[in-house]
């Protein structure tokens, strides 16, 4: 009766260290997947901020370059206008 008993007890702390390591692996791959799953998070984060600098930078250029091109098309109207007071002018 003793040594079943042994057994028994002896079997039962082989499974419970058992199930303690299965328990501390699947933490552990919980624990890599949680740190996976937050690494892709922050390259996205990543990504994303520098998709939006490169957007802003690209909208300032064609905002800047719209600008450019209508006070240079000002310019040469209030140009030839000068021109053709002038023409004018001296034609009378």
């Known amino acids: 009766n003793t040594a079943a008993f042994r057994l028994w007890r002896l079997q039962k702390e082989l499974l ?4 303690a390591r299965l328990l501390e692996a699947r933490a552990l791959l ?3 997947q949680l740190r996976h799953i937050f690494w892709v ?7 994303m901020e520098q998709i939006l600098a490169l957007t802003t930078r690209i909208q300032r250029n ?3 370059r719209c600008f450019s091109a209508w006070k240079e ?6 140009l030839y206008r000068c021109n053709v007071f002038r ?4 034609s009378l």
């Open 87 to 90: 023409l004018r002018a001296i």
């Open 62 to 64: 064609l905002v800047s």
């Open 41 to 47: 998070w922050r390259s996205r984060c990543l990504e």
């Open 30 to 32: 919980e624990k890599k």
């Open 73 to 78: 098309t000002v310019e040469q109207k209030a």
């Open 16 to 19: 419970s260290k058992e199930e």
